[in-house]
Structure formats: structure tokens, C-alpha cells
């Protein structure tokens, strides 16, 4: 199983690519530009699959869309970013925004780091479900794990007629709310992948 701090590392940083790109308008004209794009025009690129598109207009917002939203420039992001001076200026962004650390801040609750998840975060990560969904898909699975193996210590311990430790039943509340909320983000259109993944096991 693969350690959830490193499933989690690995989401933030899939999104802060992403939230970079609303922190910094100056990159958003630079890829534009490195595209062949009218840096005013809105641009919308393929990231992780054929069926996430993100896409930028006037405002300083990055949408996540299934297909391509009509009138908007079609930039080969990864393409671009294979180009040193682009690569170094996009990773240098991500780290200036502080985009990693704002991302980890988004998904603190989702695994149960900082408290419960409130609606409001958690409707803000859904609207970036499309993004997330195959690597929340794989969190949910390594928590279902540690969801068992607590869940088997504390029925162990009722059946010896021992004590709970609040500790105890508090962490398997917080893995089992955070599971939820993983599997939720996974699945809200999992119709569109889950069945070819199942047919792939």
C-alpha cells in the first residue's frame, strides 16, 4: 500500500499546476505566448486525460470542463512545458505562488489533517473533481485499509469487553468521514472510467 502522505503529496501537487495558473496572470500570457496564442484570447488545454480540459478567459479563474468549451485557443501545455526556459519558469511560479502549500491546505481536510471538512471545502474541491478524481479514487483505497485495521482494533477490544480510548474511536471517525468525502470526489461521474479500471483488474 502506498503511504497516504504520499498519495496526498502527490494530489497536491497535481493541483497546485493548476492553481498556479490563477495565481499568476504574467505565466498564464507567457504560455500563451509560447503557444502562438493571443495572450487576451481565453485558452483551454487537455491535463492528465483526454477528458479533463482546463480553461481560462478574462478573470484570473481556471475551470475544469470534460470536453473543450467552444471559442477558446487550444494550447499544447504539455508540450511547452518540455521547453527548459518554460519549464523552469512554470515550476519557479509554483514555488513563488506558494501553489504545493496552498493545495495542501484545500485537501487538509478531505484527509482528515485538519479538522472535519466543512461543506464549503468540500464543494470547493468538487469542483475540481475531474482533476482529482483517479488519484482521490486510489487515496479512498489505501484509507479503506487503514479504515479495516482500525475498525478491527476497536471491535477486538469490544469483544474482550474493554475499553474504547477516545483516541481511538476519534481516528476511525475522521478515516471514515475522510473515506467518504474521498469517495465522493472519485465518483461523482466515475461512469465515465470506473467500469474500463474494473475491466482492467
Known amino acids: 500500500m502506498r503511504p497516504l502522505a504520499d498519495t496526498c503529496g502527490a494530489i ?3 493541483l497546485s ?6 495565481r499568476d496572470p ?3 500570457r507567457m504560455l500563451a505566448v509560447a503557444g502562438g496564442i493571443d495572450p487576451d ?4 488545454f487537455a491535463r492528465r486525460s483526454p477528458q479533463v480540459w482546463l480553461a481560462w478567459g478574462a478573470s484570473s479563474e481556471v475551470k475544469v470542463h470534460r470536453t473543450p468549451p467552444p471559442g477558446h485557443a487550444i494550447l499544447d501545455l504539455d508540450s511547452i512545458t518540455r521547453t527548459p526556459e518554460v519549464a523552469s519558469a512554470y515550476h519557479g511560479s509554483i514555488e513563488s505562488t506558494r501553489s504545493v502549500e496552498a493545495a495542501a491546505t484545500m485537501l487538509a481536510p478531505a484527509f482528515g489533517c485538519d479538522g472535519l ?3 464549503s471545502e468540500f464543494e470547493r474541491l468538487l469542483a475540481w473533481s475531474p482533476l482529482l478524481e483517479h488519484s482521490c479514487y486510489m487515496a479512498a483505497a489505501d484509507l479503506s485499509i487503514v479504515a479495516e485495521e482500525l475498525r ?3 471491535v477486538s477490544r469490544f469483544f474482550r469487553s474493554e475499553p474504547l480510548p477516545a483516541f481511538e474511536l476519534d481516528s476511525y471517525w475522521r478515516c471514515v468521514h475522510s473515506l467518504a468525502h474521498l469517495v465522493l470526489l472519485a465518483l461523482r461521474e466515475g461512469r ?3 467500469p474500463n479500471m ?3 483488474l
Not at 484570447?41 to 483551454?44: A, D, L, Y
Open 12 to 14: 497536491s501537487r497535481l
Open 17 to 22: 499546476e493548476v492553481l498556479v495558473l490563477e
Open 26 to 28: 504574467a505565466l498564464r
Open 41 to 44: 484570447r481565453s485558452v483551454v
Open 117 to 119: 471538512m466543512a461543506r
Open 152 to 154: 478491527e482494533g476497536l
Open 192 to 194: 465515465l472510467w470506473l
Open 198 to 200: 474494473m475491466r482492467e
